[in-house]
């Protein structure tokens, strides 16, 4: 068989996406693949342009696959129909879209998804919420975008495991730790911002929840400065980027998840060379750093 050649589509390039790409890097040379990475700068327009453009190319060879992580919720369907009609397989990383079972019955390429499973993601925050405010209480929650599918189903999952003493205050923001400093930085503008009427802030990821403490150091009026700061403040993120923030206290805790590329590639590789399909889902699981016991122990 030929050398493989993937095209990786990430939605930007914040910390996480950073490290799907040396992942993805990475892996294209452990499995033989002749990997190109794309990032869309947040624009799902400009993801979708940017694949066309390859669909439709009468000069370039084209891949034998894409791996997308898509923008928006609806993850791109006409640009993945058009792909598979090219002959170019289709997969996703960390979305949950509704095309990939009608897509696998009308071609034998391989068309899959891999995720991290968003709302247990999600779900597992909900349960850190509760283990650290076991009476309840109310939660400053600074999230993704309200068209993004990993923001959408994080939330879902954080709803399903706290209880309605738990009261949520939510914020959006891009996802990088810029963006959510300036939305937070906003926020403490209005009257509803005071410190005292919150007990603990989260971020749907770590750069999220550090851009909201950038923003509290900067941004807050004095007084409010010190009582913010005092909060515990947990977020998302892989482990080499979340276990030295929880080490410096710099998060009191956070869920623990995973790049994709790695897996998405091997399996992949695994079905060029084999022609079997492989399983139209596949999940990565997460945990909790510190584990749920330790913290409902604090």
């Known amino acids: 068989m030929s050398k493989l050649r993937v095209v990786v589509s990430l939605p930007n390039d914040n910390a996480y996406q950073h490290q799907q790409g040396i992942a993805a890097t990475s892996a294209g040379e452990k499995f033989g693949c002749d990997v190109q990475i794309m990032y869309a700068n947040d624009d799902s327009i400009t993801q979708s342009q940017q694949l066309l453009e390859i669909v439709q190319s009468r000069s370039a060879a084209k891949p034998d696959a894409f791996l997308v992580e898509p923008v928006t919720a609806t993850g791109l369907p006409r640009v993945a129909e058009a792909a598979v009609a090219a002959g170019i397989g289709w997969v996703i990383s960390n979305s949950d879209v509704d095309y990939v079972s009608r897509l696998r019955k009308t071609s034998q390429l391989p068309i899959f998804t891999v995720t991290q499973g968003q709302r247990e993601i999600g779900r597992l925050q909900g349960q850190q919420l509760a283990a650290l405010l076991p009476g309840g209480g109310s939660v400053l929650l600074v999230e993704g975008p309200s068209m993004s599918?990993?923001?959408?189903?994080?939330?879902?999952?954080?709803?399903?495991?706290?209880?309605?003493?738990?009261?949520?205050?939510?914020?959006?923001?891009?996802?990088?730790?810029?963006?959510?400093?300036?939305?937070?930085?906003?926020?403490?503008?209005?009257?509803?911002?005071?410190?005292?009427?919150?007990?603990?802030?989260?971020?749907?990821?770590?750069?999220?929840?550090?851009?909201?403490?950038?923003?509290?150091?900067?941004?807050?009026?004095?007084?409010?400065?010190?009582?913010?700061?005092?909060?515990?403040?947990?977020?998302?993120?892989?482990?080499?980027?979340?276990?030295?923030?929880?080490?410096?206290?710099?998060?009191?805790?956070?869920?623990?998840?995973?790049?994709?590329?790695?897996?998405?590639?091997?399996?992949?590789?695994?079905?060029?060379?084999?022609?079997?399909?492989?399983?139209?889902?596949?999940?990565?699981?997460?945990?909790?750093?510190?584990?749920?016991?330790?913290?409902?122990?604090?």
């Open 149 to 298: 599918s990993v923001a959408v189903q994080r939330r879902q999952g954080m709803q399903s495991a706290i209880s309605p003493k738990l009261q949520i205050t939510a914020l959006r923001s891009k996802w990088s730790e810029a963006s959510a400093e300036q939305s937070v930085a906003a926020w403490l503008k209005l009257a509803t911002s005071q410190a005292e009427r919150f007990h603990l802030v989260a971020g749907q990821t770590h750069e999220l929840a550090l851009g909201a403490r950038k923003a509290f150091q900067t941004a807050a009026a004095p007084e409010e400065k010190a009582r913010w700061q005092e909060k515990p403040f947990i977020g998302i993120g892989i482990s080499n980027h979340v276990k030295p923030l929880i080490e410096s206290r710099a998060l009191t805790a956070a869920v623990v998840t995973s790049v994709t590329m790695e897996l998405a590639l091997k399996i992949l590789v695994q079905a060029c060379k084999s022609k079997i399909a492989p399983p139209e889902h596949n999940i990565i699981e997460a945990s909790s750093l510190p584990d749920l016991a330790a913290l409902s122990a604090r």
